[in-house]
């Protein structure tokens, strides 16, 4: 078994004690908003169309609900508070891809990758389009995303349109670590998640929807119009549902063992000086991601922060989703140990914010889609922390399900399959420790897969990052 760079340019421990010294458990992107209160639902009430979670999926679906017909009425229910989930706490990376990456999507459905790749650039110039329209202050930047080589085995990977050999990648950004690069320059935006959570909630309302935060569905029934029972006892019925809960258990029993929640973390820096900036480079702005198995991504915030998160992606027997396993020490320390093998230079900075959440993870590593109770309810979920942009098309997606029609995206395969479900425990508990285990190998190796990840690679399980 070899070595990786971040093993043999590991950082004195000295540089990370004094890093992560005062770090505040928090999520930086939540500390800088202002955010306004939605009254929790206390009445029986009624809509056309009643949206089932919070985050990016039901506010997308909310706005582009109204959008299509604006006397439709719509009623969002949220258990908690609005965006205070994946969708407030994620890197900020709004990517064009609808399947996790080219790779991944072309040994899924070969066929269609042309016209994924064209929907799911036409899908960010339209969140590109509604954030100019509606004025929405998101920190919206279309730099593109640079990947990065940071082993010999990497460097491959890199070819093609957007190639950068060692000297031009380090012209972009300064790091010991790059030995190559490629720059989709088009393919994603960077934004501040929070503000673009909160945003759309306020376009929604300011087309007429209505929101209410603290009110937890906690069943849906009937074989016609659907009812919705509510934790506070307020009944909803609705001619149409659709369910957003992405990694929180679904209403629907069918789809209970479809995804399992992986927790990813991570660190915010202080604001970098100017002094700091030019030594790093990164004049571009452009979203940043190693290559590995357990790959790292960053990114510059609005006031020059350096996000950095990413490698740990941790699954905790039972498939729950708890407050207790955002706080994991470990995986603090080894992305900040991390972060200085890439930047050495940027010793002495320190991370304010400390965070993480949980990731609806699915076997096929990008959302599914589908219809229950006659075609009156519809769902996706599984994006798999590629959701920040997806959300949209999906919001698009069951809108097209709800109402019956045959469209461009209702008839891609990627649409109408599923992915493998996971098994029940301990049986996902073991699989998921030994996949990560093998993938961890593989880094180590050369990126040779052995033969549990070849296995799963065969039978539609496997990802490639």
């Not at 989930?85 to 999507?105: D, I, K, V």
């Not at 934004?191 to 849906?220: F, M, S």
């Not at 019925?237 to 063992?257: E, G, I, Q």
Request: with cysteine; proline share 4%; aromatic share 10%.
């Amino acid at each position: 078994m070899g070595t990786t760079v971040f093993e043999r340019l590991r950082p004195a421990d000295a540089i990370i004690d004094a890093s992560l010294q005062g770090t505040r458990h928090a999520t930086f992107w939540l500390d800088t908003v202002e955010r306004p209160s939605y009254p929790p639902l206390t009445a029986p009430a009624h809509a056309d169309l009643v949206i089932v979670g919070g985050g990016y999926a039901g506010l997308w679906t909310a706005v582009r609900a109204k959008e299509r017909d604006p006397q439709r009425s719509v009623i969002l229910l949220e258990a908690a508070r609005v965006g205070w989930a994946a969708s407030g706490r994620n890197g900020g990376f709004c990517e064009a891809s609808l399947t996790h990456g080219y790779e991944n999507g072309m040994n899924r459905w070969p066929d269609e990758m042309d016209q994924l790749e064209r929907l799911g650039l036409e899908n960010l110039d339209g969140i590109q389009e509604s954030v100019e329209r509606y004025g929405m202050d998101v920190d919206w930047e279309r730099t593109g995303q640079l990947a990065v080589a940071v082993e010999p085995h990497q460097i491959e990977w890199m070819q093609g349109d957007g190639f950068l050999d060692q000297d031009a990648v380090r012209a972009e950004v300064h790091s010991p670590t790059y030995l190559a690069g490629n720059w989709d320059a088009d393919g994603c935006a960077m934004i501040n998640p929070a503000k673009l959570a909160l945003e759309l909630a306020r376009v929604a309302t300011e087309l007429g929807v209505a929101i209410h935060e603290r009110t937890r569905v906690t069943g849906v029934s009937g074989r016609g119009r659907q009812t919705l029972t509510t934790v506070g006892g307020a009944a909803v019925t609705a001619d149409h549902v659709v369910l957003a809960t992405n990694v929180f258990p679904s209403l629907l029993k069918r789809n209970r063992l479809m995804t399992v929640p992986v927790y990813d973390y991570v660190l915010m820096t202080e604001p970098l000086s100017t002094a700091q900036l030019q030594s790093i480079g990164w004049q571009n702005r452009q979203g940043l991601a190693d290559s590995a198995n357990q790959f790292h991504y960053y990114r510059l915030s609005a006031d020059d922060r350096i996000l950095f998160g990413g490698y740990d992606a941790i699954y905790h027997f039972g498939g729950r989703v708890r407050a207790e396993y955002e706080q994991r020490p470990e995986s603090f320390r080894r992305l900040a140990s991390h972060f200085f093998t890439t930047f050495p230079q940027l010793e002495g900075l320190r991370f304010t914010h400390r965070w993480a959440g949980a990731i609806d993870s699915c076997s096929r590593f990008c959302a599914f889609f589908g219809t229950a109770r006659g075609g009156r309810v519809a769902y996706a979920t599984g994006f798999t922390g590629l959701g920040v942009g997806a959300s949209r098309f999906a919001a698009d997606v069951m809108l097209d399900q709800l109402a019956g029609l045959d469209t461009e995206r209702t008839r891609l395969e990627m649409v109408r399959t599923k992915p493998i479900p996971f098994p029940p425990e301990p049986a996902a508990s073991i699989g998921v420790n030994l996949v990560r285990r093998s993938m961890d190998r593989a880094d180590h190796n050369g990126g040779r897969r052995d033969l549990l990840l070849k296995t799963l690679d065969a039978v539609g399980m496997g990802f490639d990052s």
